[in-house]
């Protein structure tokens, strides 16, 4: 609970001993949740943080109180019960092995349809945005093999040791551990779609000194993001912004 939290005691994160939740995806919480954890190991060290990947209706979860906070694709609306910070435009790019025949030559719907895909789980939400997307009506307009799955780590697995190729953020590349051996292939001729983002809350915790300071270290680690991209991170960047978090 937080009600203790909005009765004007003095709010210390050092000492803090609670726990919040976060919803996310897996593709933003490879990115953003190391740098995350180290930044609240130094600051709140007693502070518990539950990272939640896969749940429907956030916004009536963050209502509820089930959830404390979401980054998710943002909503084309948000009503006046809620805090919302856009994030901007992330790039979404096509990710294969490194050496995949499609990293040579140009890339073309016909090309791209002679190989299998990985589809990794997303909320109904993204999807319903994804499949408006010019380049996921081309990767499902023609027939092909493809494998669904929820645990992007085996995705990657397979991505490493096959010619599937899978849809995502190009942001992902940032975490070059996650990824070595991966990466991001020429665009098609229709482009690569922009996502946008958005950090969630609702207006119950606005008086919460704990989750306006914590709304605080999230929105400051995507900023420590944008700006420190490692080099060679933007050198596996073959497709779409030089910019993977832009």
């Keep these: 609970g937080i009600g203790h939290l909005v009765e004007g005691k003095r709010f210390d994160p050092v000492t803090y001993t609670g726990e919040v939740t976060l919803a996310l995806s897996e593709f933003i919480g490879l990115a953003l949740v190391p740098k995350l954890a ?27 109180g089930k959830l404390d906070f979401a980054i998710h694709v943002e909503h084309a609306h948000y009503g006046p019960d809620y805090r919302v910070e856009k994030l901007g435009p992330s790039t ?54 493809s ?9 990657f697995e397979v991505l490493r040791n096959t010619d599937y190729v899978m849809p995502g953020p190009a942001y992902i590349l940032l975490n070059e551990g996650a990824t070595s051996g991966i990466c991001a292939l020429p665009p098609l001729a229709s482009g690569s779609p922009n996502i946008n983002y958005a950090l969630v ?8 000194p704990l989750h306006n300071w914590l709304w605080d270290q999230i929105t400051c680690t995507i900023r420590d993001l944008r700006t420190t991209l490692p080099r060679k991170a933007r050198q596996r960047i073959q497709a779409g912004s030089p910019d993977p978090l832009q």
């Design 38 to 64: 180290r930044r609240l190991a130094t600051q709140a060290p007693l502070l518990g943080i539950r990272v939640i990947t896969r749940v429907e209706d956030q916004l009536d979860q963050l209502a509820l």
């Design 147 to 155: 494998l669904e799955i929820s645990h992007l780590l085996t995705a």
């Design 201 to 208: 809350a609702h207006n119950r915790i606005a008086l919460s």
């Design 92 to 145: 979404t790019t096509l990710l294969a092995r490194e050496g995949h025949p499609l990293t040579q030559g140009a890339m073309t719907p016909e090309r791209l349809a002679q190989f299998p895909l990985i589809r990794p789980y997303i909320s109904d939400l993204e999807l319903e945005i994804q499949r408006s997307s010019m380049l996921y009506i081309q990767m499902l307009a023609a027939g092909r093999g």
